[in-house]
């Protein structure tokens, strides 16, 4: 049985070796066990390793993984058995790993599968899955769809909902209503949720056939709200009123909402949140990948929270450990532009463009920005400069570049003259 101690942060958190670091006060529910199950398509070469691959949509979908080795229980079927907290709204995919290489499942279009989701709200549940197919062998099969509308209790139609079936995703119209082609025939576990949280996570199995719709009316229930106040105790070796901020898998979190600095050197914050609703969250000095809290060994840190249903007031404590990741020492951008601008952007690009991050002001015209982590990368790190938290007004000198995974602190000291619109 599989524990997700290193991905999800209890009262005492264990790092994978052993040792216990008092991380929050706050406990989590009971964990319970939860079976993956899944069909794999038939020319699934014999032999190769599948595994279960849980994903962190804070950090961002491809970069905190966590692979998981699974088991045969036939000859293209695998399980695996593992034990997370109840109320754990699971987000994951399959992977195949041969002699050649990895390749992750893909749907029966061909078309990359970015995250399945399953629900675990009590013991014993089992998540019967099919894997369509791979990235790396297509094949043609006959499909079916899903289609319906959400409501609230009271029948209002609910907009912007997340449904999830088979990887396959959509949200709901100003009319509530959804469809979901390209299912292969089947059971198939049909999967609602709010993306702020307003509503309580809805999950049904459905049954598809081949060139048909399956009808689905769902009514959700509204989430309650509770008061929750955020205490954070920073690295030791934080810089004292270094905006900090707080992100998490909730549109509120997303946003980044800013923590108030205290005068014993914590931070604060307080949010209405939703109960009965798995959060996941980081504290960071960036976004959930740059400048995000990290373990003493350099991983990545994913906070969990899911506040009791019928709790109107939580306090958590919270201890971040360090800002770094890894041996690589910080770099330090500073920014000359013309003084009637008064707020700076940098925005950084490693693989794609990533959230840009408000700089620090320094004085009339003159901006700066320690960026701690990940400083580990191997290829050469692009960046610009902008006025705006769209980036569409940017440095007129284009993209810059910096070099990673350096023993000493650099110093980059760029001048932008002027500014120009996208």
Same mark, same amino acid.
């Given at each position: 049985?599989?524990?997700?101690?290193?991905?999800?942060?209890?009262?005492?958190?264990?790092?994978?070796?052993?040792?216990?670091?008092?991380?929050?006060?706050?406990?989590? $529910?009971?964990?319970?066990? =939860?079976?993956?199950? &899944?069909? +794999?398509?038939?020319? #699934?070469?014999?032999?190769? @390793?599948?595994? %279960?691959?849980?994903?962190?949509?804070?950090?961002?979908?491809?970069?905190?993984?966590?692979?998981?080795?699974?088991?045969?229980?036939?000859?293209?079927?695998?399980?695996?058995?593992?034990?997370?907290?109840?109320?754990?709204?699971?987000?994951?995919?399959?992977?195949?790993?041969?002699?050649?290489?990895?390749?992750?499942?893909?749907?029966?279009?061909?078309?990359?599968?970015?995250?399945?989701?399953?629900?675990?709200?009590?013991?014993?549940?089992?998540?019967?899955?099919?894997?369509?197919?791979?990235?790396?062998?297509?094949?043609?099969?006959?499909?079916?769809?899903?289609?319906?509308?959400?409501?609230?209790?009271?029948?209002? $139609?609910?907009?912007?909902? =997340?449904?999830?079936? &088979?990887? +396959?995703?959509?949200? #709901?119209?100003?009319?509530? @209503?959804?469809? %979901?082609?390209?299912?292969?025939?089947?059971?198939?576990?049909?999967?609602?949720?709010?993306?702020?949280?307003?509503?309580?996570?809805?999950?049904?199995?459905?049954?598809?056939?081949?060139?048909?719709?399956?009808?689905?009316?769902?009514?959700?229930?509204?989430?309650?709200?509770?008061?929750?106040?955020?205490?954070?105790?920073?690295?030791?070796?934080?810089?004292?009123?270094?905006?900090?901020?707080?992100?998490?898998?909730?549109?509120?979190?997303?946003?980044?909402?800013?923590?108030?600095?205290?005068?014993?050197?914590?931070?604060?914050?307080?949010?209405?949140?939703?109960?009965?609703?798995?959060?996941?969250?980081?504290?960071?000095?960036?976004?959930?990948?740059?400048?995000?809290?990290?373990?003493?060994?350099?991983?990545?840190?994913?906070?969990?929270?899911?506040?009791?249903?019928?709790?109107?007031?939580?306090?958590?404590?919270?201890?971040?450990?360090?800002?770094?990741?890894?041996?690589?020492?910080?770099?330090?951008?500073?920014?000359?532009?013309?003084?009637?601008?008064?707020?700076?952007?940098?925005?950084?690009?490693?693989?794609?463009?990533?959230?840009?991050?408000?700089?620090?002001?320094?004085?009339?015209?003159?901006?700066?920005?320690?960026?701690?982590?990940?400083?580990?990368?191997?290829?050469?790190?692009?960046?610009?400069?902008?006025?705006?938290?769209?980036?569409?007004?940017?440095?007129?000198?284009?993209?810059?570049?910096?070099?990673?995974?350096?023993?000493?602190?650099?110093?980059?000291?760029?001048?932008?003259?002027?500014?120009?619109?996208?």
């Amino acid at each position: 049985m599989k524990r997700l101690f290193c991905l999800f942060l209890t009262l005492a958190l264990s790092a994978c070796s052993g040792q216990t670091t008092q991380l929050s006060s706050y406990e989590l $529910p009971r964990s319970v066990d =939860v079976t993956f199950s &899944a069909l +794999l398509p038939q020319d #699934t070469p014999a032999g190769e @390793q599948i595994f %279960l691959v849980l994903l962190d949509d804070v950090t961002g979908l491809a970069l905190n993984t966590q692979p998981i080795a699974m088991h045969s229980t036939g000859e293209q079927s695998v399980s695996l058995k593992m034990s997370v907290p109840q109320g754990s709204l699971l987000k994951y995919r399959y992977m195949r790993q041969g002699a050649a290489g990895s390749a992750n499942e893909a749907a029966a279009d061909g078309a990359a599968i970015e995250f399945r989701a399953f629900y675990v709200d009590g013991p014993g549940h089992v998540a019967h899955d099919m894997v369509a197919a791979w990235t790396d062998m297509r094949v043609e099969q006959e499909t079916g769809q899903v289609s319906g509308q959400l409501t609230a209790a009271d029948g209002s $139609p609910l907009a912007n909902m =997340v449904v999830v079936a &088979a990887g +396959l995703q959509t949200r #709901t119209d100003p009319e509530g @209503q959804f469809v %979901l082609p390209g299912l292969l025939q089947g059971l198939h576990n049909v999967l609602a949720y709010s993306a702020n949280g307003s509503q309580r996570t809805f999950q049904q199995g459905a049954l598809v056939a081949a060139h048909s719709d399956t009808p689905a009316t769902i009514e959700v229930q509204p989430s309650s709200l509770a008061t929750v106040t955020f205490w954070l105790t920073p690295p030791a070796d934080h810089t004292a009123g270094t905006p900090v901020f707080l992100t998490g898998n909730l549109d509120s979190l997303a946003a980044r909402p800013l923590m108030i600095s205290q005068a014993d050197g914590r931070y604060g914050l307080i949010l209405q949140l939703p109960t009965g609703v798995d959060i996941r969250y980081k504290y960071t000095l960036g976004d959930g990948l740059w400048n995000a809290e990290h373990l003493a060994d350099g991983s990545f840190l994913l906070r969990q929270l899911i506040i009791p249903d019928g709790t109107s007031e939580l306090e958590i404590h919270d201890q971040a450990v360090s800002w770094s990741a890894g041996s690589a020492a910080p770099i330090w951008f500073e920014l000359q532009a013309p003084v009637d601008n008064l707020l700076a952007y940098v925005q950084f690009k490693l693989g794609d463009w990533s959230t840009p991050l408000p700089m620090w002001p320094l004085g009339p015209g003159h901006w700066a920005y320690r960026l701690n982590s990940p400083t580990n990368f191997a290829q050469m790190l692009e960046y610009r400069y902008c006025l705006d938290p769209a980036c569409t007004v940017l440095d007129s000198a284009g993209i810059r570049s910096v070099e990673g995974n350096q023993p000493q602190l650099q110093e980059i000291r760029d001048v932008v003259a002027g500014w120009q619109s996208e």
